[in-house]
């Protein structure tokens, strides 16, 4: 039977030359290396398989931490509220409808910032390994996906070097999801956090700068 248009079929992930997992990183470098003119959503979805969830999350959120021309985050974060909503709905597997799958970046640009994220996954990736899974239970990642979908929100907003922390919480939870590492989500938690209490920080300075302004501008009259 073939697949309905629109879906994606997810082939099994890449494995090792020893039968082991590759890590985020490593799968990265191979599609960065590939001879095609761009690579999709689809091609990552194929390359990641079952982890698809945490890939992708780490695959629009981290490009955030960089410094990136304005306005990118918010093409980036539209697939990553799609994914983080499934997430939070608690969906066996993702699902992506074709026109986000046959999204491309070039793969000029794509090796580019690959080549940026790669020394920085290599250094996460040393620490991280299975434990404390509990915190990464179905039940746990569907709060997980509630909570990352909120960071995703936040990323839209047109905060001056406000998207970086929500960026580095979700990259948390998605390694925490890739290495199955309920260490790395106890660190998602705790830059939520402060991501969090920024974003209030921030508004009520823009609320009380506001509210003065009128208060001044009433004085004149």
Excluded: H
């Amino acid at each position: 039977m073939s697949e309905p248009a629109g879906s994606l079929e997810i082939a099994p992930p890449d494995e090792g030359a020893n039968g082991s997992r590759r890590r985020f990183s490593e799968v990265l470098e191979d599609l960065a290396s590939r001879p095609s003119s761009s690579i999709s959503v689809a091609d990552v979805l194929n390359a990641f398989g079952d982890k698809a969830f945490g890939a992708l999350m780490l695959m629009f959120a981290a490009p955030n931490i960089l410094p990136l021309p304005p306005g990118t985050s918010a093409v980036l974060g539209a697939p990553l509220l799609f994914v983080t909503a499934q997430l939070m709905m608690g969906r066996p597997s993702l699902w992506m409808p074709k026109v986000i799958c046959e999204r491309g970046i070039p793969r000029d640009a794509f090796s580019t910032l690959t080549s940026k994220l790669t020394p920085l996954l290599q250094r996460s990736e040393r620490y991280l390994k299975p434990r404390l899974t509990g915190l990464l239970s179905p039940a746990a990642e569907r709060i997980v996906g509630a909570l990352c979908l909120l960071l995703a929100i936040i990323l839209f907003l047109p905060i001056p070097f406000g998207n970086i922390p929500p960026a580095l919480a979700i990259s948390a939870f998605a390694l925490a999801i890739l290495e199955r590492d309920g260490v790395a989500a106890l660190l998602g938690w705790v830059v939520a956090a402060g991501s969090l209490l920024i974003l209030a920080a921030i508004s009520s300075a823009i609320v009380a700068g506001v509210t003065a302004f009128f208060n001044q501008l009433w004085l004149l009259f």
